[in-house]
């Protein structure tokens, strides 16, 4: 089986694109012929894992001028003469890869395949217009949860597919722990929350601050990281600094060592 898969989102350091790079390793490694188109950024690590194991597409068209986007994807699926389009998105902007697709599902027997990521869109107008029919497409309906797949199949039937890690990237290390907590400057005695996520609405920050006040202020000794970036990073800063939480949270970046 030959597959295109397409991440309609930003190729970086967020949970869509690793949930797509965890799937797309476990293709690889099952011997499956899996491209990848991305759009708009990709990361430099993931471009380069990418390109070591499959053919690469990257467009910065998709938003700025999607009919260039859909006639060079139609182009892709043309030459490659795929079995499987598997799209990866939150709304009805899929409507981009669905028209790419459509006219080889007769002449190639093509099938397509949607993962549904999200239960909200920043194109509400886009997804109200397009969603129904982009979906009518799909002979394979999938969702990261109930209501990411009720947001973008609504009636149609979808399964559920976990958002899923290597387990074993996690196991414990005693030796790794201790060097961990060496360079973020940790006691002994001291405990070590983290939070990982983009700095965008969803991922409420706003409560885990408000959570941490009251938290520091019933244990002295407990630390809180912050992993990620994102609009909302410079909010963020400024109510650390209004409720005097400068020395119990930090913003520790974007990390590619999340294990």
């Given at each position: 089986m030959?597959?295109?898969v397409i991440n309609t989102n930003r190729f970086d350091r967020n949970g869509i694109s690793i949930t797509i790079m965890n799937i797309l390793r476990q293709f690889w490694k099952d011997d499956i012929i899996a491209d990848v188109v991305a759009s708009t950024?990709?990361?430099?690590?993931?471009?380069k894992e990418i390109e070591?194991?499959?053919s690469?597409?990257?467009f910065q068209s998709r938003n700025r001028n999607p009919i260039k986007y859909i006639l060079s994807l139609k182009k892709v699926i043309k030459t490659g003469k795929y079995d499987l389009i598997y799209i990866h998105g939150n709304s009805g902007?899929?409507?981009s890869e669905i028209l790419a697709a459509m006219p080889f599902k007769k002449k190639l027997g093509?099938?397509?395949c949607i993962h549904a990521h999200g239960s909200e869109t920043s194109h509400p107008i886009i997804h109200k217009l397009f969603r129904k029919f982009a979906v009518s497409q799909s002979s394979c309906n999938l969702a990261a949860s109930n209501l990411a797949?009720?947001?973008?199949?609504?009636?149609r039937p979808f399964q559920v597919i976990p958002n899923g890690i290597n387990p074993n990237e996690l196991a414990f290390d005693e030796q790794v722990r201790r060097q961990y907590r060496t360079n973020l400057g940790l006691n002994d005695d001291s405990k070590f929350v983290?939070?990982?996520?983009?700095?965008?609405?969803?991922?409420?920050?706003?409560f885990s601050l408000d959570v941490i006040e009251k938290v520091s202020q019933k244990d002295s000794k407990v630390r809180f990281g912050f992993y990620g970036s994102g609009r909302l990073e410079s909010k963020i800063e400024e109510t650390i600094v209004a409720k005097k939480l400068q020395d119990v949270v930090s913003l520790q970046g974007v990390s590619s060592d999340v294990s």
């Open positions: 030959k597959l295109l950024i990709i990361s430099p690590e993931f471009k070591e194991n499959a690469l597409y990257f902007t899929i409507v093509l099938k397509i797949g009720d947001f973008l199949f609504h009636e983290v939070q990982l996520g983009a700095f965008t609405p969803v991922k409420n920050y706003a």
